[in-house]
């Protein structure tokens, strides 16, 4: 089963309500969101924080995968 991008943040919200690892998960991606976005502001950045942008990127990716996962374990709420 398909999601509609309505139902998607319907249980992206009971998700953020009810779950602690969906929870931790979402705080670490926005806050690794905000860092990659503080590194691409900045019109020369560091070899150090092209690196870490690099990483924070793929860390994203790996927490964002986590999310979609939860959110397909958890899809069975929406028919409940």
Do not use: Y
Not at 33 to 44: D, F, Q, T
Not at 51 to 70: A, F, G, N, V
Request: glycine share 0%; charged share 35%.
């Amino acid at each position: 089963m398909d999601l509609s991008t309505q139902e998607l943040e319907q249980l992206k919200e009971h998700l953020l309500a009810t779950d602690e690892e969906f929870q931790t998960i979402a705080h670490q991606h926005a806050e690794f969101k905000k860092r990659v976005s503080e590194i691409e502001a900045n019109p020369h950045p560091s070899e150090e924080e092209l690196q870490e942008e690099i990483k924070l990127k793929k860390l994203k990716l790996t927490l964002k995968d986590r999310m979609l996962e939860l959110i397909h374990q958890n899809r069975e709420i929406l028919t409940v």
